[in-house]
């Protein structure tokens, strides 16, 4: 069992920017960002898989950035320019198996780790 911690949520004004991390209990390559806002589903944001390969869903692309720590314990998600469409509550996902790759880990289901999450506000 992997534990994930993530922090860094918080109020924003629109353009700013705001900078997630999630804390995993155990070395883990694979893992993702997801956000779930109220009345959607829970969709995926970015994504890393074993070789390093990142993947971005298309109304992040070019605004945020995922990345991982050397020892693959914290992941991280740089979000720059946000809109209030941002607006979300925003889970870390982990699957400690690196049992997929590439875009598909942009699928909540290829996951089997959560985090609690943490909230993300943008107001205009």
């Known amino acids: 069992q992997v534990q994930l911690v993530e922090s860094g949520g918080g109020s924003v004004q629109a353009g700013g920017s705001l900078r997630l991390s999630c804390a995993a209990s155990s070395r883990t390559y694979c893992m993702g960002w997801f956000r779930q806002a109220p009345g959607k589903e829970r969709e995926g944001v970015a994504a890393i898989d074993i070789i390093g390969y990142t993947s971005y869903g298309d109304p992040v692309k070019g605004r945020f950035t995922i990345s991982q720590d050397a020892t693959k314990n914290t992941l991280n998600l740089q979000m720059n320019r946000l809109k209030p469409e941002d607006t979300a509550m925003y889970y870390c996902?982990?699957?400690?198996?690196?049992?997929?790759?590439?875009?598909?880990?942009?699928?909540?289901?290829?996951?089997?780790?959560w985090g609690q999450g943490t909230q993300v506000t943008v107001f205009s």
């Open positions: 996902a982990a699957d400690p198996a690196c049992r997929f790759g590439g875009r598909s880990y942009l699928s909540w289901s290829k996951f089997n780790h």
